[in-house]
């Protein structure tokens, strides 16, 4: 609990942060706590879409893609945006990965490897990031 009360999401980036549902839950009821402008990103309708046995053909690349892009646009323009599912170690990570793609951060898997670093519970799915590499430049 006090982890919680000290930490809440994991800054990955100025303006971008990485969380689970409860810091969700805490952070959205606070006032004062975050500076505006801020936005909550939910990457739990990803659910049934990125599952670490996932091929090209269940990876929802293309919603994926926009929403990562639209994100690193706000996060340029100083919006914090916080993303976050249920547990913050596969979805919302490889979530924060593309965007920081989009930052012109690096590769898609170094982005990935850089979130780990900073959010150690991530998971990384090398599956996700070869087929999600390969529609992120059409």
């Known amino acids: 609990l006090l982890r919680r009360t000290i930490q809440m999401f994991n800054k990955i980036v100025p303006h971008l942060f990485l969380g689970d549902y409860h810091d969700y839950e805490l952070l959205s009821g606070t006032i004062g706590v975050i500076e505006k402008p801020y936005l909550f990103v939910d990457a739990r309708p990803f659910y049934n ?3 670490s046995d996932a091929n090209g053909k269940e990876l929802m690349v293309f919603p994926l893609r ?3 892009f639209s994100l690193s646009k706000l996060v340029s323009a ?3 945006v ?3 599912c249920q547990a913050g170690m596969e979805r919302s990570p490889f979530l924060t990965a593309i965007v920081l793609f989009y930052l012109d951060m690096g ?3 170094w982005c990935y490897n850089y ?3 900073k959010r150690p519970e991530t998971l990384i799915y ?3 990031t070869k087929h999600m590499a390969g529609v992120l430049f059409e």
């Open 107 to 109: 590769s898609l898997a």
């Open 126 to 128: 090398d599956t996700w």
């Open 78 to 80: 100083n919006v914090d």
């Open 82 to 84: 916080y993303i976050y």
């Open 115 to 117: 979130v780990k670093s």
């Open 49 to 51: 879409l990125l599952q």
């Open 66 to 68: 926009t929403l990562a």
